[in-house]
């Protein structure tokens, strides 16, 4: 799983099967985003900078 930002979106490009895959990106204060992902029942967070 990749997770990048391209012009303030987060974007993600995935190998496995959509069904696999649930995530939601939330925008926090100094333009930092925290990206869940969820992946068989697993719960990745990462921190992402926007890249401007």
């Known amino acids: 799983v990749r997770i990048m930002s ?3 979106k987060v974007l993600l ?4 099967r959509k069904n696999e895959l ?3 990106a939330e925008k926090l204060p100094g333009g ?5 992902v969820k992946i068989e029942n697993n719960l ?9």
Request: charged share 20%; net charge positive.
């Open 32 to 36: 930092t985003y925290m990206v869940t």
């Open 6 to 8: 391209l012009n303030g």
């Open 22 to 24: 649930k995530w939601n």
């Open 13 to 16: 490009s995935e190998n496995c």
């Open 44 to 52: 990745f967070r990462k921190f992402l900078n926007v890249i401007r």
